[in-house]
């Protein structure tokens, strides 16, 4: 193993003379580490990485950032494709502080270090007979991720995974670590359910768990005509759990519903555990079939409605209705996720429920370049052309009502929440994939986004936060209101000189910062300064900017520009 020395050889003398001060806590930091999100769609070489193993150690590791002026970045899986986790300063890990601290088996209150990924908390509360609410599609993440990014299932009965957190502590720019709830610290709290990283490290959340349980699921692929029909009353409440997969060229969809079984069902012999059916093609053959497909597509991309046509008929079968139905019995942890296939570009947005329908039609006459009297036609009115433009399918089609279990008068819903707060919301998200790690050509996906947006702001949606969208802090203002500036005052108190602020932050959540990056420290220089209003400067460890290239490997890397001195 390499000595402390030899781990740390590459970083400034100034700094590694701060950092190798020996005061018998552990500082677990190597250099010269390389981040990558999970699709490869950014990477960025951060000074140090670091993953430490206590309370104590995440605490060592604020301080020692305030006295090098370093910001501090905490990422998971790096599932989200946006430049959200980058950084060229410090990166803090959490994969090492990750146990349960305690499990409530009466109650269902677990108390669960943050750093714990969705996998290994499932597996744990399912020794105790206990279970996540819901989850979303994956379960790679850290729960600290999950609820920092908005992360949701897909029913009428839940909304956001935070929903589930009872209390939680977080490490804060002061290198105190603070306990907050719906009672203690509110503010706090409703601001860091739902932090994007730019509050501090979440070290410890108390998880409402309930009693373990199983889905019983079954899925059929219909046209989309037939699936409008149902939407109001049949089609998000014939189940516990729904989720819709919308193929824009072939207008027909798949739909997943689930329902409970309870762990007293499957001991008594009345329902048991089985798998779906199988085919040769669900496998690898699929696996490879597609990937190849979706390359040939960047060279030739008119060819992509023939595959949606192909790859999913081969998958869902090329009838319609309840001759493609297939079924499972599932544990609840296994039932909820879905292989997320390839590298790809997410784009979603949450609005209203009961706008889908008019969504989904006006965005497939738009790809298909409809015309008055063709089969679909409505008026789409978005005014870009489609003209050479192919997508990739589906549109991954969800609910949730976050009304049902928090509120601002509970002190438990999240200010930065992008759910509806009257009434349930329905998120649509748009695919591009990256196959073999390189991006669509012909700005393909800047196109398709480009009018998804416009179509999403039409009918008063919000971006999901980790996903890749376009707005300015402006317009999120706008969205959020009062909620954005509750927000933004709990980060001016809690992180005042930006040690949890980077590009990423800056862009979205603070006010648009004006910088003299480059220019020599003269008296026209200063008196500009002085000039621009507080809440407009950069903040002092704030991380100013990102230099991006293309990576070797595929997507982008990205070079930002730090502190580089270190206070006396």
């Given at each position: 193993m390499a000595s402390k020395d030899q781990r740390l050889r590459f970083l400034p003398a100034s700094v590694r003379a701060v950092?190798?001060?020996?005061?018998?806590?552990?500082?677990?930091?190597?250099?010269?580490?390389?981040?990558?999100t999970w699709a490869r769609t950014y990477t960025s070489l951060p000074e140090l990485f670091i993953q430490p193993q206590s309370q104590a150690e995440i605490e060592k590791v604020v301080n020692l950032a305030r006295k090098c002026k370093r910001r501090i970045t905490t990422v998971g899986c790096g599932h989200s494709p946006s430049d959200m986790t980058c950084t060229s300063s410090w990166l803090v890990n959490l994969d090492n502080f990750n146990r349960v601290v305690s499990v409530d088996k009466e109650t269902g209150l677990c108390v669960l270090e943050a750093g714990i990924r969705l996998y290994q908390l499932c597996e744990e509360l399912d020794r105790h007979g206990l279970a996540m609410p819901s989850l979303g599609s994956i379960n790679e993440q850290s729960i600290a991720g999950a609820i920092s990014t908005g992360t949701h299932s897909s029913s009428l009965d839940h909304g956001l995974v935070s929903e589930s957190i009872v209390a939680l502590k977080i490490t804060l720019a002061?290198?105190?670590?603070?306990?907050?709830?719906?009672?203690?610290?509110?503010?706090?709290?409703?601001?860091?359910?739902?932090?994007?990283?730019?509050?501090?490290i979440i070290t410890e959340v108390t998880f409402q768990a309930v009693p373990a349980f199983s889905l019983a699921w079954d899925q059929t692929i219909d046209s989309d005509s037939r699936i409008f029909k149902q939407w109001d009353n049949v089609l998000w409440r014939q189940a516990k759990f729904v989720r819709v997969w919308w193929f824009p060229y072939m207008r027909r969809a798949v739909v997943w519903k689930a329902n409970v079984v309870t762990s007293a069902d499957l001991e008594s012999g009345k329902v048991k555990h089985r798998e779906p059916p199988t085919s040769y093609y669900d496998g690898w053959l699929g696996y490879v079939v597609y990937h190849n497909l979706l390359a040939l597509s960047r060279w030739v991309p008119r060819i992509l409605p023939w595959v949606e046509w192909f790859v999913f008929g081969m998958q869902y079968g090329f009838g319609n209705g309840e001759k493609t139905k297939i079924s499972a019995v599932q544990p609840s942890q296994k039932a909820f996720l879905m292989n997320c296939l390839y590298s790809q570009f997410v784009n979603e947005w949450a609005i209203p429920l009961h706008k889908g329908p008019e969504a989904l039609m006006r965005l497939g006459a738009w790809l298909q370049n409809l015309k008055p009297g063709d089969p679909g036609y409505v008026d789409h009115g978005i005014p870009f052309s489609v003209d050479g433009l192919w997508v990739h399918s589906p549109v991954e089609v969800r609910v949730s009502d976050t009304t049902l279990?928090?509120?601002?008068?509970?002190?438990?819903?999240?200010?930065?929440?992008?759910?509806?707060?009257?009434?349930?919301?329905?998120?649509?998200?748009?695919?591009m994939y990256r196959p073999y790690h390189r991006d669509p050509t012909y700005g393909s996906t800047e196109r398709y986004y480009q009018g998804f947006e416009w179509l999403m702001r039409e009918l008063g949606g919000r971006p999901h936060w980790a996903k890749n969208f376009t707005a300015s802090t402006d317009e999120l203002q706008a969205l959020y209101g009062e909620d954005m500036r509750q927000w933004r005052a709990v980060h001016d108190a809690?992180?005042?000189d930006g040690m949890f602020v980077g590009p990423w932050q800056r862009r979205y959540l603070l006010p648009r910062c004006v910088e003299d990056v480059g220019k020599a420290d003269s008296n026209a220089?200063?008196?500009?300064?002085?000039?621009?209003?507080?809440?407009?400067?950069?903040?002092?460890?704030?991380?100013?900017?990102?230099?991006?290239?293309?990576?070797?490997?595929?997507?982008?890397?990205v070079v930002g520009r730090q502190n580089v001195a270190v206070e006396n």
């Open positions: 950092v190798k001060v020996d005061d018998g806590i552990a500082f677990r930091a190597r250099t010269q580490y390389v981040h990558k002061d290198g105190k670590t603070h306990a907050c709830s719906p009672t203690d610290q509110p503010e706090l709290f409703r601001a860091a359910l739902l932090s994007l990283g730019g509050l501090g279990k928090t509120s601002d008068s509970q002190g438990n819903r999240p200010y930065l929440d992008p759910t509806r707060e009257d009434g349930p919301t329905l998120y649509l998200n748009a695919i809690v992180d005042p220089t200063r008196k500009a300064e002085g000039s621009i209003p507080a809440q407009k400067r950069p903040l002092r460890f704030e991380e100013s900017g990102f230099k991006c290239e293309p990576a070797s490997d595929g997507g982008i890397y």
